[in-house]
C-alpha cells in the first residue's frame, strides 16, 4: 500500500503526518539517533522482514530442524509456509536442554517464562536475538519523555540466573548495562539496588527509595502492575516506613549491605514530615504528585489484558503520562509503544519474521493485515523458533510507514469451562470491573478460582482490596457473569455450576500464591484464573485465619 508523508517544521518540534487508508497519525520526528534509526526500519519493514527470513533459513539449514524441513531448498514465503508447519512450544521441549537441534547462534542464556497460564517454559535465547533487539523499547521511554536524565525509580530488581535460568527481563537489562546503553546511575539506588540477589523485601526496599527521592522523575516497571502494587503498599504501611526513616531504622530489610544503602538515602527530616502530611490527607484523590512533583512519567506493559489493574492504578497517579513499554515475551521483543498513553505497540522489524494468523486459519504478512481484525501472532526468531504460535491475539489499529500497530486484546484459549460456560479472561474483567464498580469497592487484584469440593462445581472469586470485610454480595457477581456470559447463565439456570462465592484476600496473598507453585523469580503480573489445586490451597488458608 502507498503512502503519503508531509512533513512539518515548527519551532522546538518536528512532526510528520502519516496518511493511508487505514489511519492518521501523528507522530513527533526522533531527535534520538537510536530511535530515528527505528523509525528508518518502519519504512522498509516489509523488505527487512523477508530478509530476516532467508537470514535465518540460510543460517540455519544444517541444523536438524533445518535438514528436517529442506531449509536449504526454500526460495520464497510461500515455499516457508507451505514445507514447515505451524509450531507450539511441544516441538521446542528440550531447547533448553540441545538448543543446537535448532539453532546455530551463540546461545546467551536459557530463559523462563513468567507465566501467564501457571506453567512455565524454558526457551533459549541467542547472542544474535539479544543484538537484535537493541536498546529501541529503553531509549523510546526517554524519546517520548523529554529526555533520559533522572532521577528515576525502577521497580524491578535483576536477579542472576536461577539454576542456569533467568527471565528475559533480567538478561536484557544486563546485556544492556554491559553494553554502555544503560545508565544505573540516574536510578535511585543504582546498581546496587538493581543487579541483587540480596533483596529478600522488594515491596519495602523499592518503596523507601521512592519517598527518598522528592525529585523523582519516573517510576518505571516491566508491568504497570509492579506500580500499583507500590502505590497499595505505600497506603497500608506508610506509618511503618515514615516510622522507620524518622528513627534511622531499616526493620523491614534484614540484609546488612541492602540496609546500609537504604539509610545512606534516607530523607530529611523536613521531607519526612512532608510525606506525614501528604498521606495523613488520605488516597481517596491521585497523590503521585503529591509525593513527587517533578513526576513525568510512569511505564510499564498494561492495556486491555490488564485494564482492571490499569484502571486501579489510575486512581493513584491520575493524569500522569503512561509509556506502555513493550510488547515482549521470552519468545521474541516484537513491539514497542510508540506514544505515550496508549496501549498500543508498533512492530519491531529487527527481531524476527512475523506473520498473522485470522480467525479462518489463514496466515498473511505484516503488510497485509486488516485494522480491526484479530488476529495471532506468528514468529520466527533469532533463537531458534519456527513459525511459532505465541497465542497472542492482536489487533491493527494503525500504521507506522510499513510497519503495523496494535493493541493486544488477550491470549488464545484462555478460558474457563467447568460445564460448558467457556469464561473468557476478557468476560471475567469485564464482570469483575462491572462488579466493583457497582459495590464501590477499590480493588487491586483478583483470580478466579474454581472449587471441587462440592457438586457441582462453583466459582470463587478471591479480590485484594483496602476495604474492610463486610457482607460480601455473591449475588451480585453471579449476576454480572450472567449479564456479561450467556453461556454462562444458561449453565446456571440448568443448575450445572453452582453460587458462586466470593472472598476478601490481604494484599499480594495472590501473588504469593503463584509464586508456590511457580518459584519467586517470577514478575508480578496479574493473572486471571488459578487452578482447582491453587484455589483448594487458598480456600484453606481463609478458613484457617477466620478460625484463628
Given at each position: 500500500?502507498?503512502r503519503?508523508?508531509?512533513?512539518?517544521?515548527?519551532?522546538?518540534?518536528?512532526?510528520f503526518?502519516?496518511?493511508?487508508?487505514?489511519?492518521?497519525?501523528?507522530?513527533?520526528?526522533?531527535?534520538?539517533?537510536?530511535?530515528?534509526?527505528?523509525?528508518?526500519?518502519?519504512?522498509?519493514?516489509?523488505?527487512?522482514?523477508?530478509?530476516n527470513?532467508?537470514?535465518?533459513?540460510?543460517?540455519?539449514?544444517?541444523?536438524?530442524?533445518?535438514?528436517?524441513?529442506?531449509?536449504?531448498?526454500?526460495?520464497?514465503?510461500?515455499?516457508?509456509?507451505?514445507y514447515?508447519?505451524?509450531?507450539?512450544?511441544?516441538?521446542?521441549?528440550?531447547?533448553?536442554?540441545?538448543?543446537?537441534?535448532?539453532?546455530?547462534?551463540?546461545?546467551?542464556?536459557?530463559?523462563?517464562?513468567?507465566?501467564?497460564?501457571?506453567?512455565?517454559?524454558?526457551?533459549?535465547?541467542?547472542?544474535?536475538?539479544?543484538?537484535?533487539?537493541?536498546?529501541?523499547?529503553?531509549?523510546?521511554?526517554?524519546?517520548l519523555?523529554?529526555?533520559?536524565?533522572?532521577?528515576?525509580?525502577?521497580?524491578?530488581?535483576?536477579?542472576?540466573?536461577?539454576?542456569?535460568?533467568?527471565l528475559?527481563?533480567?538478561v536484557?537489562?544486563?546485556?544492556?548495562?554491559?553494553?554502555?546503553?544503560?545508565?544505573?546511575?540516574?536510578?535511585?539506588?543504582?546498581?546496587?539496588?538493581?543487579?541483587?540477589?540480596?533483596?529478600?523485601?522488594?515491596?519495602?526496599?523499592?518503596?523507601w527509595?521512592?519517598?527518598?527521592?522528592?525529585?523523582?522523575?519516573?517510576?518505571?516497571?516491566?508491568?504497570?502492575?509492579?506500580?500499583?502494587?507500590?502505590?497499595?503498599?505505600?497506603?497500608?504501611?506508610?506509618?511503618?516506613?515514615?516510622?522507620?526513616?524518622?528513627?534511622?531504622?531499616?526493620?523491614g530489610?534484614?540484609?546488612?549491605?541492602?540496609?546500609?544503602?537504604?539509610?545512606?538515602?534516607?530523607?530529611?527530616?523536613?521531607?519526612?514530615?512532608?510525606?506525614?502530611?501528604i498521606?495523613?490527607?488520605?488516597?481517596e484523590?491521585?497523590?503521585?504528585?503529591?509525593?513527587?512533583?517533578?513526576?513525568?512519567?510512569?511505564?510499564?506493559?498494561?492495556?486491555?489484558?490488564?485494564?482492571?489493574?490499569?484502571?486501579?492504578?489510575?486512581?493513584?497517579?491520575?493524569?500522569?503520562?503512561?509509556?506502555?513499554?513493550?510488547?515482549?515475551?521470552?519468545?521474541?521483543?516484537?513491539?514497542?509503544?510508540?506514544?505515550?498513553?496508549?496501549?498500543?505497540?508498533?512492530?519491531?522489524p529487527?527481531?524476527?519474521?512475523?506473520?498473522?494468523?485470522?480467525?479462518?486459519?489463514?496466515?498473511?504478512?505484516?503488510?497485509?493485515?486488516?485494522?480491526?481484525?484479530?488476529?495471532?501472532?506468528?514468529?520466527?526468531?533469532?533463537?531458534?523458533?519456527?513459525?511459532?504460535?505465541?497465542?497472542?491475539?492482536?489487533?491493527?489499529?494503525?500504521?507506522?510507514?510499513?510497519?503495523?500497530?496494535?493493541?493486544?486484546?488477550?491470549?488464545?484459549?484462555?478460558?474457563?469451562?467447568?460445564?460448558?460456560?467457556?469464561?473468557?479472561?476478557a468476560?471475567?474483567?469485564?464482570?469483575?470491573?462491572?462488579?466493583?464498580e457497582?459495590?464501590?469497592?477499590?480493588?487491586s487484584?483478583?483470580?478466579?478460582?474454581?472449587?471441587?469440593?462440592?457438586?457441582?462445581?462453583?466459582?470463587?472469586?478471591?479480590?485484594?482490596?483496602?476495604?474492610?470485610?463486610?457482607?460480601?454480595?455473591?449475588?451480585?457477581?453471579?449476576?454480572?457473569?450472567?449479564?456479561?456470559?450467556?453461556?454462562?447463565?444458561?449453565?446456571?439456570?440448568?443448575?450445572?455450576?453452582?453460587f458462586?462465592?466470593?472472598?476478601?484476600?490481604?494484599?499480594?496473598?495472590?501473588?504469593?500464591?503463584?509464586?508456590?507453585?511457580?518459584?519467586?523469580?517470577?514478575?508480578?503480573?496479574?493473572?486471571?484464573?488459578?487452578?482447582?489445586?491453587?484455589?483448594?490451597?487458598?480456600?484453606?488458608?481463609?478458613?484457617?485465619?477466620?478460625?484463628?
Open positions: 500500500m502507498k503519503l508523508w508531509k512533513y512539518l517544521k515548527l519551532p522546538d518540534l518536528q512532526i503526518l502519516q496518511l493511508s487508508k487505514q489511519e492518521m497519525r501523528v507522530v513527533r520526528i526522533p531527535r534520538n539517533p537510536v530511535i530515528l534509526q527505528l523509525f528508518e526500519e518502519f519504512r522498509e519493514a516489509e523488505k527487512k522482514n523477508r530478509e527470513l532467508f537470514k535465518i533459513l540460510r543460517d540455519n539449514r544444517n541444523t536438524e530442524y533445518g535438514k528436517t524441513y529442506g531449509f536449504s531448498e526454500i526460495r520464497s514465503e510461500e515455499d516457508y509456509r507451505r514447515v508447519p505451524l509450531t507450539e512450544y511441544s516441538a521446542y521441549e528440550n531447547m533448553g536442554q540441545k538448543p543446537e537441534l535448532y539453532t546455530v547462534y551463540p546461545v546467551s542464556c536459557t530463559l523462563v517464562t513468567s507465566g501467564t497460564t501457571g506453567v512455565q517454559k524454558e526457551f533459549c535465547i541467542t547472542e544474535e536475538a539479544l543484538q537484535r533487539y537493541g536498546s529501541y523499547i529503553y531509549e523510546m521511554l526517554y524519546e519523555s523529554k529526555g533520559p536524565w533522572g532521577p528515576h525509580l525502577h521497580m524491578s530488581v535483576f536477579r542472576s540466573d536461577t539454576d542456569g535460568k533467568n528475559l527481563s533480567a536484557y537489562y544486563r546485556y544492556l548495562a554491559d553494553n554502555g546503553a544503560f545508565d544505573c546511575d540516574v536510578f535511585v539506588g543504582g546498581k546496587e539496588l538493581l543487579f541483587s540477589d540480596n533483596i529478600k523485601n522488594v515491596p519495602y526496599v523499592k518503596a527509595l521512592a519517598l527518598s527521592c522528592p525529585n523523582l522523575v519516573s517510576i518505571q516497571a516491566i508491568f504497570l502492575y509492579d506500580i500499583l502494587l507500590l502505590f497499595g503498599y505505600l497506603e497500608e504501611n506508610w506509618k511503618q516506613l515514615l516510622s522507620d526513616m524518622k528513627n534511622g531504622e531499616v526493620r530489610c534484614p540484609e546488612k549491605g541492602v540496609r546500609e544503602r537504604l539509610l545512606a538515602l534516607s530523607p530529611s527530616q523536613e521531607r519526612i514530615q512532608e510525606l506525614e502530611h498521606f495523613s490527607e488520605g488516597f484523590e491521585p497523590v503521585a504528585r503529591k509525593i513527587w512533583k517533578e513526576l513525568r512519567f510512569i511505564s510499564g506493559i498494561g492495556g486491555k489484558l490488564y485494564q482492571f489493574q490499569g484502571d486501579a492504578l489510575k486512581h493513584y497517579t491520575g493524569d500522569v503520562p503512561v509509556s506502555y513499554f513493550a510488547y515482549a515475551s521470552s519468545e521474541c521483543m516484537a513491539g514497542v509503544a510508540a506514544e505515550l498513553n496508549r496501549a498500543e505497540y508498533a512492530l519491531l529487527e527481531s524476527g519474521y512475523y506473520e498473522f494468523l485470522n480467525k479462518e486459519g489463514n496466515v498473511v504478512s505484516p503488510g497485509c493485515v486488516r485494522k480491526g481484525e484479530i488476529y495471532e501472532l506468528v514468529v520466527t526468531t533469532f533463537s531458534g523458533l519456527y513459525r511459532y504460535q505465541t497465542g497472542d491475539l492482536i489487533k491493527p489499529v494503525a500504521f507506522l510507514d510499513e510497519t503495523p500497530v496494535f493493541e493486544v486484546m488477550g491470549r488464545r484459549n484462555q478460558v474457563s469451562d467447568i460445564a460448558g460456560e467457556k469464561l473468557s479472561g468476560v471475567v474483567q469485564e464482570a469483575v470491573s462491572a462488579w466493583a457497582e459495590q464501590r469497592l477499590r480493588i487484584d483478583f483470580v478466579l478460582g474454581v472449587d471441587v469440593r462440592t457438586l457441582p462445581y462453583r466459582y470463587c472469586l478471591f479480590v485484594e482490596t483496602i476495604e474492610q470485610a463486610g457482607t460480601w454480595q455473591t449475588f451480585c457477581f453471579d449476576r454480572k457473569l450472567r449479564d456479561f456470559s450467556p453461556d454462562y447463565d444458561d449453565v446456571r439456570n440448568l443448575g450445572m455450576l453452582g458462586p462465592e466470593v472472598y476478601r484476600v490481604k494484599a499480594g496473598v495472590l501473588m504469593e500464591e503463584f509464586f508456590r507453585k511457580t518459584g519467586e523469580n517470577v514478575h508480578r503480573k496479574p493473572h486471571i484464573f488459578f487452578s482447582s489445586e491453587q484455589t483448594r490451597h487458598l480456600l484453606r488458608m481463609i478458613s484457617g485465619e477466620e478460625n484463628g
